[in-house]
Every structure is written in C-alpha cells, then in structure tokens.
C-alpha cells in the first residue's frame, strides 16, 4: 500500500515523506533500504516512523508539506482533514473501506471462496483492502460458508521473527 503513494510521488518528480502506521511500519522500512540501494538522492523519499498523535500530526501540522495523503479510519481522517484545512493543503482520503464480496446465483462457489480468502488474506490482512462482508443470493450461503470454512482451515498461521 506504501508504494502505491510513492510511487506516483516520485514519478512526479516530487520529494515526498511517508509516515506508515505504527502497526505496520516493516514495508516502509523497506522501501527505505530499496531507495538507498538505488541511490535514489537523500531527502527524495523520507520515511517518519512513529505514533499517528506524534510523528502524524507534525506532519500535518508542517508548514512545508504541501499534499496529505491518508488512508486509515473516519474518525483520523476527519483530524487529518481539519489540520490540513489550516493551511489549504490539498488532502486525499481512503477512509473506513467496507469492499463486500457478492456471490450471484450462478458463481463457482469454490472459486468465489479463493477469491473471498484473497480478498481477507492476502499481504497477511494488513492492507486496507480486506473484503468484511459477503452478500450471497438467497440460499446459497451455506454452501458458501461450508466451503469458506474448509478452506480457512487448511491456512497455515506463521510468526516472523
């Protein structure tokens, strides 16, 4: 999700700073490491990491940070939005995300599961992507949900070090 906005940032010939959530900062951290192994120049892509109430809100806050990108809750983006209405910053905002997956009457049940575990799983559940609800045509959820859990059973659940 980091490089979806570096990626434009850069491409635009813009120096940019990301400040990635505090749960998930490993990724940005990454993109760091990538930059210095390409010799991208210092100060062209500068990873904050840091509390969102701390390292979050001297960015807002920062006079000269022109653009505020923010994808994450209602409730932050709206602090987000208001700090940048300060200064007339221009601001984007991916907030609260509900993306259901609908099943019709006539889908692959097992391949509307793959899709579903995908949708939940996929980069570990921790891009705002995930699909948190399933709509299914009438009298088809059983089926679905016997193969969703069958399938969610053979997962393997792995911890990094």
């Known amino acids: 999700m980091a490089a979806w906005k570096v990626a434009p940032a850069l491409a635009a010939g813009c120096t940019m700073v990301l400040k990635p959530s505090e749960l998930t900062p490993l990724t940005a951290l990454e993109l760091a490491a990538i930059a210095d192994e390409i010799e991208l120049p210092a100060g062209v892509q500068n990873i904050v990491p840091g509390l969102g109430v701390e390292a979050g809100q001297a960015l807002t806050d920062h006079p000269g940070i022109d653009k505020l990108a923010f994808t994450g809750s209602v409730p932050t983006g709206s602090k987000v ?65 016997r193969a969703f859990s069958w399938r969610r059973r053979s997962l393997q659940s792995v911890t990094g070090s």
């Open 81 to 145: 939005m208001a700090a940048a209405a300060r200064d007339i910053k221009r601001v984007s905002l991916e907030l609260g995300g509900k993306s259901p997956f609908i099943v019709f009457g006539d889908a692959d049940i097992e391949q509307a599961v793959e899709w579903i575990m995908f949708g939940i799983f996929w980069n570990q559940g921790q891009v705002f992507l995930p699909h948190r609800e399933c709509w299914y045509r009438t009298g088809y959820m059983n089926s679905c949900w």
